[in-house]
């Protein structure tokens, strides 16, 4: 049974830093593709960041420069660091691979004063 569940979520203050994770059970990262993707309230779900499997790198035009993607050591974790966090990055982030379709259950990130 395949399980991707992100961690590393919370409440931060502005230009704050968090590092969301997002950890793969049953499934081989290293062959599969990671998305992080995120949804605010009221908003449609946007897509923030994806690594291929060949490490290849994507982002979002507002977080490019401020966030990086990348696999961990172990090859079955992928974070996001997220750096320079603005109130507008206030949002529930998930995960999700790619060609095989797998979601995680979401984290929240909460940017405030």
């Known amino acids: 049974q395949v399980q991707l569940v992100e961690s590393g979520g919370g409440l931060v203050q502005p230009g704050g830093s968090l590092r969301l994770s997002c950890a793969a059970s049953?499934?081989?990262?290293?062959?599969?593709?990671v998305t992080w993707y995120r949804q605010a309230p009221g908003k449609e779900r946007e897509l923030v960041a994806s690594?291929?499997?060949?490490?290849?790198?994507n982002y979002a035009d507002s977080v490019k420069g401020r966030f990086t993607i990348s696999r961990g050591n172990a090859k079955n974790t992928v974070y996001l660091q997220m750096n320079s966090l603005k109130p507008e990055d206030t949002a529930v982030y998930y995960c999700?691979?790619?060609?095989?379709?797998?979601w995680g259950q979401g984290t929240q990130v909460t940017v405030s004063s």
């Open positions: 690594i291929t499997a060949g490490d290849s790198t």
């Open positions: 049953g499934i081989t990262f290293s062959f599969n593709g």
């Open positions: 999700k691979t790619f060609p095989l379709t797998y």
